[in-house]
């Protein structure tokens, strides 16, 4: 009885359409995962919602159903402009920023990359801080000035890092591009103080927009960083596939016929646009760019193509779940949203290097 011994481009195939079904599968897991956060923040609160009530409500707001709402104007107006915004930006912000901390680690193969790499934090955080020292209260187009100026700062810093990246070579950029950020955040940060200690009067609102917040959040500011958030994602995704190739290392690379040093450069200047609009709407959250993305990594996905939307889907998720936390914990007060990602991602983070480590030795 004679077997047949299936070839070599068989057995690849099969390999990479069980690859694709386990991807496929973690996506779909990921989704639920997202649904049941998303649900979660716009049923707890100070005022109890049935979900029953919120998927009858929503219903009676579809044209040609007649379905009556059980909810009063009171609680309408809880759930779909009060917890609905805040949940959806809290997604954005998350997603966004995880996606963003996958790009770079793969950009720059340093697993320790996070979306603030370049500068942005520090840049973003002295835009915010001349907002509210010098221009409180202060409208543009009807748009407040403080996320204005804080997305110009992070714009402005990785711009200033990336002019000290080429300025010393192209043979070096990657490594050129990370000190130069680290040179631009350490002069943008001392401005920064030195404007903070002329008015000490503000100082509070300052730091509470370093550490993190959502306590604000409405339709206008959701409409204002979806635009951009949604072009620095489609470019990342979009690069996936390159991403991988450049992990290989920029002479192998480039002996495919991908150049390096444009990859890196749209994918830089797509990390800064996405980071640089979450950070002007929610200030400083840390942890989520770098935890996220290896915590995928535990989940089996190794190729940017798995990597970067799954990323994005639990960092949405996350930072969701973190919000949540952030605004019961101490109700009726709140915690600032950036100390509760940093109190859940520090250990997290180190249990998952320390799992990284067992599982690489």
Same mark, same amino acid.
């Given at each position: 009885?004679?077997?047949?011994?299936?070839?070599?481009?068989?057995?690849?195939?099969?390999?990479?359409?069980?690859?694709?079904?386990?991807?496929?599968?973690?996506?779909?897991? !990921?989704?639920?995962?997202?649904?049941?956060?998303?649900?979660?923040?716009?049923? /707890?609160?100070?005022?109890?919602?049935?979900?029953?009530?919120?998927?009858?409500?929503?219903?009676?707001?579809?044209?040609?159903? *007649?379905?009556?709402?059980?909810?009063?104007?009171?609680?309408?107006?809880?759930?779909?402009?009060?917890?609905?915004?805040?949940?959806?930006?809290?997604?954005?912000?998350?997603?966004?920023?995880?996606? #963003?901390?996958?790009?770079?680690?793969?950009?720059?193969?340093?697993?320790?990359?996070?979306?603030?790499?370049?500068?942005?934090? *520090?840049?973003?955080?002295?835009? @915010?801080?001349?907002?509210?020292?010098?221009?409180?209260?202060?409208?543009?187009?009807?748009?407040?000035?403080?996320?204005?100026?804080?997305?110009?700062?992070?714009?402005?810093?990785?711009?200033?890092?990336?002019?000290?990246?080429?300025?010393? !070579?192209?043979?070096?950029?990657?490594?050129?591009?990370?000190?130069?950020?680290?040179?631009?955040?350490?002069?943008?940060?001392?401005?920064?103080?030195?404007?903070?200690?002329?008015?000490?009067?503000?100082?509070?609102? /300052?730091?509470?927009?370093?550490?993190?917040?959502?306590?604000?959040?409405?339709?206008?500011?959701?409409?204002?960083?979806?635009?951009?958030?949604?072009?620095? @994602?489609?470019?990342?995704?979009?690069?996936?596939?390159?991403?991988?190739?450049?992990?290989?290392?920029?002479? @192998?690379?480039?002996?495919?016929?991908?150049?390096?040093?444009?990859?890196?450069?749209?994918?830089?200047?797509?990390?800064?646009?996405?980071?640089?609009?979450?950070?002007?709407? *929610?200030?400083?959250?840390?942890?989520? !760019?770098?935890?996220?993305?290896?915590? /995928?990594?535990?989940?089996?996905?190794?190729?940017?193509?798995?990597?970067?939307?799954? *990323?994005?889907?639990?960092?949405?998720?996350?930072?969701?779940? #973190?919000?949540?936390?952030?605004?019961?914990?101490?109700?009726?007060?709140?915690?600032?949203?950036? /100390?509760?990602?940093?109190?859940?991602?520090?250990?997290?983070?180190?249990?998952?290097?320390?799992?990284?480590?067992?599982?690489?030795?």
């Amino acid at each position: 009885m004679s077997t047949t011994r299936a070839t070599p481009i068989e057995a690849g195939a099969a390999r990479a359409a069980r690859v694709a079904s386990r991807q496929a599968l973690w996506v779909g897991l !990921g989704v639920v995962v997202l649904l049941a956060s998303a649900l979660a923040g716009l049923l /707890v609160g100070p005022v109890d919602i049935a979900a029953i009530d919120i998927v009858r409500d929503a219903l009676s707001r579809v044209p040609g159903l *007649s379905v009556p709402s059980p909810l009063t104007e009171q609680q309408q107006a809880i759930l779909w402009e009060i917890r609905l915004p805040r949940v959806v930006l809290a997604g954005i912000v998350g997603g966004t920023l995880a996606l #963003c901390g996958a790009a770079y680690q793969s950009t720059f193969r340093n697993p320790l990359a996070d979306p603030y790499l370049l500068g942005v934090a *520090s840049g973003a955080g002295l835009g @915010a801080t001349v907002a509210i020292v010098f221009f409180a209260g202060a409208h543009v187009v009807g748009i407040p000035v403080l996320p204005l100026l804080a997305f110009a700062g992070g714009v402005v810093a990785v711009l200033a890092a990336l002019g000290i990246g080429r300025s010393l !070579g192209e043979g070096r950029s990657s490594t050129t591009l990370i000190l130069g950020g680290v040179a631009v955040a350490a002069f943008l940060t001392a401005i920064q103080t030195f404007v903070q200690q002329g008015d000490t009067d503000n100082l509070r609102q /300052v730091y509470d927009w370093i550490l993190g917040r959502l306590a604000t959040s409405q339709w206008d500011e959701v409409r204002l960083v979806l635009p951009y958030v949604l072009i620095s @994602a489609a470019v990342i995704l979009l690069h996936g596939r390159l991403l991988d190739v450049l992990g290989l290392g920029d002479d @192998a690379a480039e002996s495919v016929g991908v150049n390096a040093g444009r990859v890196r450069l749209v994918v830089v200047t797509a990390v800064t646009l996405g980071t640089a609009a979450a950070v002007a709407v *929610s200030g400083l959250i840390g942890f989520v !760019g770098i935890i996220i993305p290896h915590v /995928v990594r535990l989940l089996g996905a190794r190729g940017n193509r798995a990597l970067l939307p799954l *990323s994005l889907i639990l960092g949405a998720a996350f930072l969701i779940l #973190c919000d949540l936390v952030a605004r019961t914990a101490l109700s009726p007060a709140e915690l600032p949203i950036g /100390v509760v990602t940093a109190v859940i991602g520090a250990p997290v983070f180190a249990l998952v290097l320390r799992s990284s480590k067992v599982s690489g030795s």
